[in-house]
């Protein structure tokens, strides 16, 4: 199948194009986090609400292979649903995750309340990153652009990401999902160490959105930070074409090839 996911009730088929570049029998972090937000968006809240966070904890290495979907609702009120979503592999837990949804109402905003937008070149102005630099089928099914730095390269980045992929069969790819599968390349953005020697896998990833995004490409402005016994930290501010919309933060681990 073209697409990353064919979801049935609770049960997901993986297609080979969701493996990463750590190990081809391993997701990369993007499909399962699109996921999650896929899940949780099936679930209706009382009123008009939009998703506000993301919080996916990778609590062991996501497989390749058949996953389950277990979902429910923690919190339901008048402004906030507060959703669980697992993904489950021979019944384990592989992926935890909660999504916050915030009522939505218009609001009058004095001037200065605004976010300025991106101070970037936009996906058209910047540079194309070919996807055969890397060993992860996933990306292979993504566009990107890099507007400073380079993919892989040492230190701060900022790059465009598209998702060109079907994510789940026969759904719509929503913008949060976008965001999402966008923001697990924090690592790779804006890595201080050398892919070759070190691996810095990711083992959460959170997203805060102040507004939802819109449009196709979802820029990463990454940068990160590594500390000395084992741990990092990737951070990010996200933009559409529009400007600033969220920030996204990842939990590195560390090791020596």
Known sequence: ???????????????????????????????PAALVV?????????????????????????PVAPLRIESQVLREGRKIQLCAVRLLAN?????????????????????DAIIPPADLPSPDQSRVEAVDFSSSPFVTGMSLRAARGRF???????????????????????????AMAAADFCNGTSPVLDFREWTFLNADLTVNFSREPAGDWILVDAETWIGPDSAGLAMA?????????????????????
């Open 1 to 31: 199948m073209e697409a990353i996911f064919r979801v049935d009730g609770n049960d997901v088929v993986t297609s080979p194009f969701a493996a990463g570049p750590w190990h081809p029998s391993m997701q990369h972090g993007s499909p």
């Open 38 to 62: 896929w899940a949780a968006e099936r679930i209706r809240p009382p009123v008009p609400m939009r998703i506000a966070r993301v919080t996916v904890d990778l609590m062991r290495p996501v």
């Open 91 to 111: 019944g384990v837990v592989v992926v935890a995750a909660t999504v916050l949804k915030i009522k939505m109402q218009s609001q009058e905003l004095p001037p």
């Open 152 to 178: 892989g390269s040492p230190g701060p980045g900022a790059i465009w990401y598209r998702v060109d992929r079907p994510i789940v069969e026969g759904a719509v790819l929503s913008q949060a999902m976008r």
């Open 237 to 257: 501010r996200l933009a559409d074409a529009s400007g600033y919309f969220g920030r996204a933060v990842q939990s590195l681990v560390i090791e020596k090839r």
